[in-house]
Every structure is written in structure tokens, then in C-alpha cells.
């Protein structure tokens, strides 16, 4: 009954695991997946135990349950939201689930990708099930991270002068969006909107859509400035923001200048980030509000 789990045959028990219309066994001799009620081999009327043997189970409970793992780890709350109220219908679950994915095509790519690898896990945890029997060691399951491989379909480029109709209209949803309004207007005070500034990144996804930009001014002989970051709603949570830092980083490398960036005071997460690429907290500044 012994037999090697390779790609192909990985790709092909996922395949079935999710067809609710049959019952399939795997063909270890043919290493292939038969249906049992399709069966034309003459000579194998029977479906013996010792070569024919079951797939890992999944259902569609499964399924559900891994919709909401996926929607539980998304850190963008709008399609967590969005996907949470699909998930809380009372019929038609998957539809809709599929309906909120297609209105955005990265996260659907993430939701592919992540659905793909833990049902991959599965496989992995019941065949590593026959190895034990077998007597060998069992495989490991490799983590694999979503976020990267969506990111590589994003464009980085050098922001332009016509690109700064979408960069305005960014920073004022942006801006918009802060909950303490009277703190914001003093950081924007502070902070003031410029672009595409001396070094500028604009990032498009792979429709073509602006989702977000980085720009930066030279203040002194020896800073530069980092005015803004920032990125569509519909873009956050896959790492777009520190790909955006991370090229600059890179982009301004020669330059041999001091990098500096303000974060307003309801930016913390972004702080971890900023600890990543070895920035040092400097300098912290508190406001008295007379208004």
C-alpha cells in the first residue's frame, strides 16, 4: 500500500477532497484517485483495502471553518467586516463569501493561496498517518506566508506629477479616518501634504489601481524627512505599507542621509515596523490643547 505523495498527486487528492458529489478512494498501486461508483476496470471489481484506501476527510463544515480562520486573521477590518456579515447569513454562505472576495482580488488571491496550504496541511497530516503505520518518519508542514506572494504582483515605481490627483484624494480619505479629529489637524499642521516631494513610490496593484504611496523631503544636509505613508483601505493588512518603507530604504541607500518619519498618535502598529528596519525612537512630543 505504500506510495510517494508527490505534487501532482497532492494537487489531485485536494481536488476531490472538495467534490461533494462522489466517494473516492486513492489507487496507491496507480497512485491515482478513482470514483467508486464510476468504476470501468473489469479486472478490479472489488476496491480491496490493502490498495484502495480513503481520502482525508473534508466537508463542507471544513470549508466553513476555514472561511473563518482566513477572515479572523485578516488585519484589513473593512473586508473583515464584510466577510464576517457573508459568514453570518443563513443561507447561501459560500456565494456570498465568494461574492465579497471577487470586489477584491488581492485578498482573494490571499484566500486562494491560504485555503490552498492548509488543505495541503491536511493531506500532510493524513498521510504522515500511513507513514507512522509504515514505520518511516513523517513529513513536515512548511508555513508559507500569504501576504509575500500577493505582494509580488504589485508595481513600485517612482511617484509623478500626475500621479498626485490619486495621492490627494488618498491622504484625505486618510484623514478622514482619524477618530481624534483636533490631534490629526495639529500632526497635519506639523506634517503637511507634499508630492511627490524630492523621493517619492507610488505602488499599483496588478489592475492598475494607485493603492498607495511613500513620499519623502530633504529637510537638512543630512535627513530626510518621510511626510507621508499610506495605503487604500482595501490594500492594508498584506504588508504593503513596509513594502512601500522598505524600497525607499533601499532607494535612498547611497544617499547616506538620517531617515525620520512622524507617526500620529493612533499609529502604533506601524511603530513594529519602523523597530524592523532599525528605526530608533528619538524624540517624543506631547500637546496641551487650548481648543
Request: with cysteine; proline share 4%.
Amino acid at each position: 500500500m505504500r506510495f510517494d505523495l508527490d505534487n501532482a498527486l497532492t494537487d489531485e487528492i485536494l481536488f476531490y477532497m472538495e467534490n461533494q458529489d462522489g466517494e473516492f478512494l486513492l489507487d496507491t498501486k496507480e497512485g491515482i484517485v478513482v470514483d467508486i461508483h464510476n468504476n470501468e476496470d473489469e479486472d478490479e471489481p472489488d476496491f480491496d483495502d490493502e490498495r484502495f484506501i480513503s481520502l482525508p476527510e473534508w466537508s463542507s463544515n471544513d470549508g466553513y471553518r476555514l472561511m473563518e480562520k482566513f477572515t479572523a486573521s485578516l488585519k484589513n477590518p473593512i473586508i473583515r467586516q464584510e466577510l464576517s456579515a457573508a459568514l453570518n447569513k443563513n443561507k447561501g454562505v459560500f456565494r456570498s463569501f465568494r461574492n465579497v472576495l471577487e470586489q477584491y482580488p488581492e485578498t482573494e488571491k490571499m484566500w486562494f493561496n491560504f485555503k490552498e496550504q492548509k488543505m495541503k496541511d491536511e493531506v500532510i497530516v493524513w498521510y504522515n498517518s500511513l507513514r507512522e503505520e509504515w514505520g518511516l518518519e513523517p513529513l513536515g508542514i512548511e508555513p508559507e506566508d500569504n501576504s509575500s506572494l500577493v505582494l509580488e504582483d504589485f508595481v513600485l515605481r517612482e511617484g509623478k506629477d500626475s500621479d498626485l490627483e490619486n495621492a490627494a484624494a488618498l491622504h484625505k480619505i486618510c484623514a478622514e479616518e482619524k477618530a481624534e479629529k483636533t490631534l490629526y489637524d495639529l500632526y497635519e499642521k506639523m506634517n503637511p501634504f507634499v508630492f511627490p516631494g524630492d523621493i517619492c513610490i507610488t505602488a499599483e496593484s496588478p489592475s492598475g489601481d494607485f493603492c498607495g504611496f511613500i513620499n519623502a523631503v530633504k529637510d537638512s544636509d543630512f535627513n530626510l524627512r518621510i511626510c507621508q505613508l499610506e495605503v487604500q483601505s482595501e490594500y492594508r493588512g498584506i504588508g504593503l505599507g513596509k513594502t512601500l518603507l522598505s524600497k525607499f530604504i533601499e532607494k535612498v541607500e547611497n544617499l547616506k542621509l538620517n531617515i525620520t518619519i512622524d507617526l500620529p498618535k493612533d499609529s502604533d502598529f506601524f511603530s513594529r515596523t519602523l523597530h524592523l528596519e532599525n528605526f530608533k525612537p528619538f524624540v517624543q512630543r506631547f500637546a496641551l490643547l487650548r481648543q
